[in-house]
């Protein structure tokens, strides 16, 4: 019997271990999230980690010319390389020659998949890859302002039958489009060639493909590849010269810091409108073969 | 066609390295941690075999696309990033493992239990039954359905190009980026997977005649 008031005290002992257990680990708690708390409060910006390790990493990718692509020499170049180039120069005040510039960046290939994945995770500072701003991709990536307004445009060869626009128009129905297998893809050739056939192929290098191979009369791609195909080969492909619908190419950073959206920003304006335009017209007129509307002083017009 | 071949092989001899490196690695590494886990689904008591079940059934079921993204955008969540490269090459690995665990453990099951009886009749113990006995005629019958495992990794490392790695599947598609020439840079890609592929399936036809032997 004396053994039953200690095996109860006993009890109670350990239920008071529990309780104190558990009053620790509230206590524990409130210091954490107030850690978490002061550590969202004054957030480490990209921007700072950025210039103490004096590199900059971008994610891009390798595979769309003028975009991102290698070039005859194996280098990586093409607009959004460019773009790269114009914030390493920048951040770490070169801007001399591309490859200075080119040395503060490390661009981490990858697929288009990747771009917001890789954004998230942490994995790379920026992405510049050819990334169409859209408010369904905002409510995840933080958008920098558009560095270029991507369009449609239809491309013809220089051995077919229709070469113009107006010729496309005019033969109607006897005009073939071929065009990147899309949700949306009769419309868009509608919206440029409302009568034409229309061919949807896997991929715009093919829809290009067929067009060589004269399966198609019209190809209907991006502005920018009719722009970089006609400049490099002016003898096979014409730009029928209609160009329609747009979109907003921009970099892409994590949510959450103004600072590094405010700096990159502020870079791009003064690359586009400021004093420092060298490299943005430099690179617009070798990917699009055009030239950058001339600046006029006075009136800001951005 | 052998100026076109010559003209963009510099751009493709990378990533052919890069492919034959992350094919090497996968097959290496699956064929140690899989012929461990074939001898503990067939001896291993349960605490050893149901683990390895459960991994090889999972694995087995799952695309590999999803498990390589698993391991690059999971794991960095969990504080744990082997980087790009790794990350691919752990999912690849991961995902043979399971494969050639279950060519093994076949392997090993096809070799008919009077010979374990006969190793044990004579006093070999369960090392010696395994290296003696059982092995050296399992082997012959993992050989075959092993070197298409190995031909598949070959090809199933053309996945690590979603990665951002430059591989040969990536290497041709640089290629194409700049040329807009999709066709010939698809056959010459095909040729050079075909040759790599080939070569492993003649190897393995002369492992088989090696190992056809029947000790007397």
């Known amino acids: ?302 | 066609m052998i100026a076109y071949v010559m003209g963009v092989m510099p751009f493709l001899w990378q990533g052919l390295l890069v492919t034959l490196a992350v094919s090497g690695l996968v097959v290496a590494s699956s064929l140690v941690t899989g012929v461990l886990c074939g001898i503990g689904l067939v001896y291993g008591r349960w605490w050893i075999s149901w683990p390895i079940r459960i991994y090889s059934d999972i694995l087995r079921g799952t695309p590999l696309i999803v498990l390589i993204f698993l391991i690059i955008y999971g794991l960095p969540l969990l504080g744990v990033d082997f980087g790009n490269y790794g990350s691919a090459v752990i999912a690849l690995a991961a995902f043979k493992t399971a494969h050639v665990a279950e060519i093994a453990r076949g392997a090993i099951q096809s070799i008919h239990f009077g010979q374990t009886d006969a190793g044990k009749a004579i006093g070999l113990t369960f090392r010696q039954r395994l290296q003696y006995v059982i092995m050296p005629q399992a082997v012959r019958r993992f050989l075959p359905p092993w070197i298409n495992a190995v031909a598949d990794a070959v090809k199933g490392s053309a996945l690590v190009s979603l990665a951002g790695i430059v591989d040969l599947t990536l290497a041709v598609q640089q290629v194409i980026g700049r040329t807009y020439d999709p066709l010939p840079m698809y056959l010459l890609g095909a040729a050079m997977y075909f040759i790599i592929n080939y070569s492993l399936s003649l190897t393995s036809r002369r492992l088989e005649a090696r190992f056809a032997y029947i000790r007397e």
């Open chain 1, 1 to 302: 019997m004396s053994e039953r008031p200690r095996e109860t005290s006993a009890r109670r002992d350990f239920l008071k271990i529990g309780g104190l257990g558990l009053a620790a680990g509230i206590a524990a708690a409130g210091t954490l999230n107030a850690q978490k708390a002061a550590a969202q409060s004054a957030p480490a910006s990209v921007l700072r980690t950025v210039l103490s390790r004096g590199k900059l990493i971008v994610g891009t990718g390798s595979t769309n010319a003028p975009w991102h692509f290698e070039n005859d020499k194996g280098e990586l170049t093409g607009m959004d390389i460019a773009v790269a180039r114009i914030l390493a120069a920048g951040l770490f005040g070169a801007g001399r020659d591309a490859k200075e510039d080119l040395s503060k960046i490390e661009f981490v290939k990858q697929d288009p998949a990747s771009r917001i994945p890789n954004i998230t995770t942490g994995k790379v500072d920026i992405v510049i890859q050819f990334m169409t701003v859209s408010p369904a991709r905002a409510q995840l990536v933080a958008f920098s302002r558009p560095y270029y307004v991507e369009g449609v445009a239809i491309l013809t060869s220089s051995k077919g039958k229709f070469k113009t626009h107006k010729e496309l128009i005019d033969a109607g129905r006897n005009a073939k489009a071929s065009v990147l297998q899309n949700v949306d893809a009769d419309q868009l050739v509608a919206r440029g060639l409302p009568q034409a056939q229309v061919m949807q192929l896997d991929t715009q290098a093919n829809a290009i493909q067929a067009l060589d191979s004269g399966r198609s009369d019209a190809a209907v791609i991006d502005l920018s590849t009719v722009g970089w195909l006609v400049k490099r080969n002016p003898d096979k492909y014409l730009d029928s010269g209609f160009h329609y619908d747009t979109q907003l190419y921009s970099a892409a950073m994590r949510q959450g810091d103004p600072d590094w959206l405010q700096w990159v920003d502020t870079c791009l304006n003064v690359a586009m409108h400021g004093h420092q335009t060298q490299i943005y017209d430099a690179a617009f007129e070798e990917f699009f073969a055009s030239q950058p509307p001339r600046r006029v002083p006075g009136f800001p017009k951005i």
